[in-house]
């Protein structure tokens, strides 16, 4: 079946690769998809985004899909954590995970939908997280932040909230443990 056919049945077309620039949401717009799934800048950018009167599809548990940048390790991604999700619903239509197994997924839909907690280290429900921190000591506002930053840290280096605010909860995590 081609797009038309699908349009002509009421049967929905998206893309499975996310869009990651204004000029690719408007092409595919213009093909007729019935759903964006954003990535990249985008990601925080969602008030923008809501412009195009079309409904977002956003994985919550990945960070910098489809990055070439030497020495990443994610904080700056596009990912949701679970006490975050409050701020996403007002944009986003469809949250996905990314995981390997059925089972997998079912936990983190169980994280995200019902609990909105994550009491530990966010590199085991984030995939390309490459740093250990733990989600209890990143500041309340962190989702609410980011989510409409529109990335000024990889466009004109001008933030850096992210970095501080988990460079301040992995040394709360240090003291705690120094304690014990």
């Known amino acids: 079946m081609n797009?038309?056919?699908?349009?002509?049945y009421g049967i929905p077309f998206f893309l499975k690769q996310p869009f990651y620039d204004f000029?690719?949401?408007?092409?595919?717009?213009?093909n007729g998809v019935s759903e964006l799934k954003i990535a990249g800048s985008?990601?925080?950018?969602l008030e923008a985004i809501s412009n195009f009167d079309i409904p977002i599809r956003l994985v919550a548990n990945l960070a910098v899909p489809n990055t070439n940048f030497i020495g990443d390790d994610g904080i700056k991604g596009t990912y949701i954590r679970p006490e975050d999700?409050?701020?996403?619903?007002?944009y986003v239509k469809i949250i996905e995970f990314w995981s390997e197994t059925l089972k997998e997924e079912e936990t983190l839909l169980k994280i995200y939908k019902e609990e909105q907690?994550?009491?530990?280290?966010?590199n085991k429900i984030i995939h390309n997280l490459k740093i250990s921190v733990d989600n209890r000591?990143?500041?309340e506002e962190f989702g609410q932040i980011r989510m409409t930053c529109k990335h000024r840290c990889m466009r004109n280096?001008?933030?850096?909230?992210?970095?501080?605010?988990?460079?301040?909860?992995?040394?709360l995590d240090t003291f705690n443990t120094t304690l014990k």
């Open 85 to 90: 999700i409050q701020y996403y619903e007002k």
């Open 3 to 8: 797009k038309k056919e699908c349009q002509e």
């Open 137 to 139: 000591g990143l500041p």
């Open 117 to 122: 907690n994550w009491p530990g280290n966010l």
């Open 23 to 30: 000029w690719s949401i408007n092409n595919a717009i213009i």
């Open 42 to 45: 985008l990601f925080f950018d």
């Open 157 to 171: 280096h001008t933030c850096k909230f992210c970095d501080t605010a988990f460079i301040f909860s992995r040394q």
